[in-house]
């Protein structure tokens, strides 16, 4: 049986797509379906351009419960958007951009850590550090604030 999203967890950089020009976004990651060598294939897109702050309204505060992430979208002022994994511990907030530092690929919560698909990489969810590489930069870190029971991202130009 299909589920809408299955399909999208099914993507993938180099796996197979059949409408050229089509893009998904899977936590946090933008695919275009391009043709290359004569297939058609999903390509991953370039980041898109942060070149103004953006405060945007993200989840409910219910809706993240201490010890867990999420990832969102967060639209950016000429269009985009980012994915960010929001993150929720004893200590307060954390929001971090939801791609690793290593090749861009998304990081997701595995346990206790956030943890790159590709190759593995591990953060730790609050500071946003290396644990364990092939990464060697840490997450770009984002503001992520609560009120009135709703939790904000600020993304920023770097």
């Known amino acids: 049986m299909f589920s809408p999203g299955s399909a999208q967890a099914a993507i993938s950089a180099g796996s197979p797509c059949k409408v050229a020009g089509r ?6 990651v933008t695919f275009a379906c391009r043709k290359v060598n004569g297939k058609l294939v999903w390509k991953r897109k370039k980041f898109a351009t942060i070149d103004a702050v953006v405060t945007t309204r ?3 505060s ?4 201490s010890g867990a992430s999420a990832v969102v979208e967060v639209a950016l002022s000429r269009g985009g958007s980012t994915g960010v994994i ?10 971090f951009r939801a791609n690793c530092t290593h090749q861009g690929f998304p990081v997701t919560r595995v346990g206790k850590v956030l943890e790159c698909e590709l190759h ?3 953060f730790d ?5 290396v644990v364990t590489g092939p990464a060697s930069r840490p997450l770009l870190r984002y503001e992520a604030t ?3 029971g709703s939790i904000f991202v600020t993304v920023r130009p770097a």
């Open 23 to 28: 893009e998904r976004t899977v936590k946090g």
């Open 58 to 60: 993200v989840l409910e």
């Open 62 to 65: 219910a809706a993240l419960a």
């Open 86 to 95: 929001v993150s929720r511990s004893q200590d307060g907030l954390s929001a």
């Open 120 to 122: 593995g990489s591990q």
């Open 125 to 129: 969810p609050a500071t946003g550090a």
């Open 146 to 148: 609560e009120s009135d």
